[in-house]
């Protein structure tokens, strides 16, 4: 009866039925010349999410998993050494790209449900081949335990120790959604994707390059070319693309950029905190713990909550998908059968993340989790209303 | 940012997006061959809905309104006697459409809250200008007040009284949602609209008349043309209409019917019903009352809540929607400021109807109604819970 | 393969890609405080297509034949003498709709092919008993037979006699397509449809009413509900209906309403205009005459096709449509299978139209009918060319 | 007025309703327990198309020219050389990519409006140093210049010379459009694209690779990741996939691939080359040529049109699209200015292609071409009316 079901993965997200409507098209003709009119304010537009002004924008027919590879390949050369925190379903495999692809990779195995390790990065830079790093990647948002890193801190360490590694940050589950500052915070390239902030389907993957990236793709010697930056550079700077573009996402992106530039996207992230501050209220109230270690770390786009004892937790996430039409994300790997995943992202409001907490806690129930129901939608509904902004308190008056 | 709304109004119901792609369709032939082989299924599956296998259906480009004008015109004389118990705003109505079209017009006032009252019309069939009475109009589900009446009920008392009046039933709010049964309980014109249990857009009616009903059409002498039986039935033996029909309506509707045919049209309110006390132990958790009179008359597709003394329910809806992008349903005519109702009919489950309980939950506890939040989701859960199909409990294994 | 079919009746007719996306939506709350913000414009937006400023729109859920119903009982009284000229299958069923709903029928059967008869009305309402017409009906395309009638010529032939009748015009198949004057012409009843000029689904019929038609239906006597003025105007006034609209149309109407305001309603007439000769070259380069009698009269949005002699017109639609997946209108009626229609209204241009005309020409080709495959493309391709507005002349500049 | 515009490019292609509504759609859980039903049949039925039983499918969000990368990086080494014939823009790109990837690329430069070159490859094969090729790249369908090359040749010369290289086919234009045989051809790599004969959105890539193929991609050095066989092979068979997929490209596909079952890809075949063959038609009609050098290897899927001297083609695409809402490819590259090209592939029927043809006809025209208007249509028809399948002869009867 119930379709679509609810949907509370970290991604891909709820489609707003306007950025549904505009995909909802016949195909067009990618060489017409009014198509650069479509193409041209997208990739300006796209860099307000990214809050820089000297980076460009790359985009690719991909999903996210291709716009790390464009990264890694277009500025890197073969047996680069580059550092990866590890500490997550996707940084853990974003290290496993990097040994694919042929880097010298220095995985750093952290605990899962801590963030990226300052200390230790500073402690590295200290060592006396630390001059050998070429890029630091960084996953801001790790969507696998719901924990996300301090980037601003990463380029502080890196400037202190005077350090001209490129600093990568994978954003495909924070950018457009939590707070992100590529020029301020010296990223050199950040990663995005369609299907979370952007409220799109899967489909398109973004780049945003520093000046500093875009000088390093000159020299490196990674073989590449459908992920080639200069390939598309010559061809974006007309509005058009090197081969076949999805017309129907950025159509689509067309309208997700006017619904972020008309909330503002501070705003935007504004929005998340609060949503997500009354998930992780809930789970206060449930008597149970986020997967992320402190509460400073947790991440404003999807919350891993960690079962009882002696409960599956993909109990949890087959109950709620078969009996209540709603999908939460399971546990992966190290945390498989310990956490479930609530993902609180892009098109979201009050009353949809009230209905994801109220879907959790009728399954957890039925999965002999011994809490109180209503218990977290009350809790999270306090907090709601405390927290209200003036421009809402005055909207009913 | 949230778009559409969440929709928690007795009607337009939330579409499920099956049928909504359905419509999303270019126009058609609507003289072409093959056209029948898509009209002439809806006729007669449209009667499993109704639980009538001797009844004809016709079909209207209209809002339901419509339809009550097809039933009254099809078989009454004009100055013919009309019984109608006036309890809610469609009931009310109904009796002043009665009038327009110049029947003689019994209107019963009954408080609203109350139902159908089956004693007075058994009293009223004993007096002795009885047999004046040509048909008696029921609105089984009373939407303004969430109250439902017995039909079977009307039945029993009109054939003890071994009376002829034709039985009129406004199934508007009601058909393919809870119990109705056509030919059991000798009802001989029943009315339903495409934008409450049958899940579409408003546009389409459908009449289900007895043969009772079609027999009297002969004779009626009301002056109509747009809803006349007659001239539908020459058209649609052979699948065809006499003026163009609504095609989008009617691919969504074959959509809706296979749905509904999926579930089975028992399980269909069974679900409406379980979904329904839901929400009445949701409303004793708040302390609050229902309009509806008496728990044996509340309806299975919405209720009425009564707000607290000194609170307008109307800051209750208006708030609701402003701030929370969630529209209830205002108190309506005698009503207003005194209830607000929510919608839950159509495509619904228990996920969906908690967030509606759950928004009301946020919007009274900002208009200062004193209640614990959460109190109601829980209740609902707990209540769910217990009396979730054994095929449900068993999805999940 | 190929779906939807190559659509060339005439209405419903082909939907803009914009107009569809619009209706690809959710249910909405039909009192919503803003649902106005949606209303209101399009009562006043409407107004432009009929060329009116003193008249009041009336939008029902309902085809076409609705606002027929609508516009007599609003505003005539049951015996009240009318004028119908039957010159085709939509007339005919319009003069059969007086006869149904009570009027006092002069049905003056004028052959298939003509217009209304001008001098005909002119002699009648020299006759001592003219004074009891009340009505003329004037239907300005009659659909069957492709043929226009001269409206603004009735209202000079009324105001010469001085005769108070009211004007009513079915202009289902001519509004937002082909010239039409509501003011200036005097006409006191205009009809339109929504799935004709209007390019949306069929289910919205729309009357524009004169202040001279206000003023008679406050003493019109016919019996009305579902299509009442007054019941609508009350609630129009706030942007309201008095029962649930048809809100996916409403919102398909803003944006009809919103590309035949870019393009200008002249310039909306002009193109069809233009189209429909280039379709009239094609039949004359076929060597066949069109079922209007004279080229003045030939309709711009259908052009009905007399076959030769020996051929039935039938077979030439089923033959497109079976063969070719094409749709044109049958022979309906007293020309049953000696015309068959190609429908050129709506949203159309060169391109689509000149598809139209090869269709028509390999089926006919099919069907034994001698003619040059290819001869009536050239000719309208000629036509089209000498007449390219200077706009377009430019474009490619 | 007109949206969308007529679309006879060869890719982006028309996409049938049906798939259409199959992809407005919300996100979905792309780890539910169910997900797999809707691919695993996907990955099976896909290899109809390549009329493979014993190749692998491998599924990529990216368009056609990922799977080009895919193809040469998971079965080559670098340094690795590679036969590529250059006879038109994709071709040539092709070859741009392998040495950009890092191959010992020998590109043969044959001139455009030829094929690939048989009796080259047969003496090339004989040299010395052959046995240093690993892989020979053949564009079965050349779109700059509407040129199809014998796949099943090239396998003939291969095997005549016992030689084990690889062969390489880019379908992205032709496969599901016209003949292509994978096994009985002994092709290793065929790459396909969602935007052509699968009739979808472009951002779906497809590779089918054969068992040799396979074997070659467990020691080929190539770095890979985001392409990478085994990483796919992996998550394929459980259903899944290694990143997020397109889901909603993937839900068109279904459809789209059940319409192709439906009709039989040996039928898509036949009706590509007759309704080709009618273009053809037509292009003689005008007193033209077709930059295809001969008849036998002219391309069904899309026909360059060489303009006569002192007419630059660009003009005629420009004034289809801006005069007449019609989209043409232009002449790409060495071909810019003297041709323009008709796609005519994917969804697709007589009426439309009529329709792409009296488009060209009219804008030729326009831009002082010299011919008869019509004469293209007509050609055309007498072609389709002597060619019809008996199926459809018979349909209308």
Redesign the interface.
Known sequence: ???????F?P????????V??????????????DFPELTKPLFHDLKTLFKSETGEIFL???????A??AALTNTLS?GDRVIVASFGQFSM?WA??CR???FETEEWEIPWGEAFPLERLEERLAQPDAAGIKAVLVCQNETATGVASDVAGVRRILDAADHPALLMVDGISSIACIEFRMDEWGVDLAIA?S?KGLML???LSVVCASRKALAASETAK???????FAWHAGANKDGYF????????LRGLRVSLD?LAE?GIENVWT?HNRLAEGVRRAVRAWGLETCAARPEIASDTVTAVVVPEGIDSA?VV??A???????F??GLSKVAGRVFRIGHLG??????I??GI??A??AM??CGINL????????A??Y??ET?PAA??A??E
């Open positions: 009866m119930t379709e679509p079901k609810h949907l993965i991604g891909p997200t709820n489609i707003p039925d306007r549904r409507r505009a995909m909802n098209l016949a195909m067009e003709d990618i060489r017409a010349p690719f027919p991909s999903s996210g998993t291709g790390w590879e073969p495999l496993k790209m694919d692809l042929g994707g299907q389907p899967t489909g990674c073989r590449r070319s459908y992920f080639d090197p081969y076949t573009p999805a017309t129907q996402l619904i909330e929005r109990d087959r109950t998908y078969h009996r209540y039409n709603t999908s994300g399971v098109a979201l409001d009050e009353v949809k009230l209905s109220a879907a806690e009728i129930r039925d109180q129901a209503g218990s977290g939608v009350g809790a509904i306090d709601y209303r209200a809402l308190a909207a009913a």
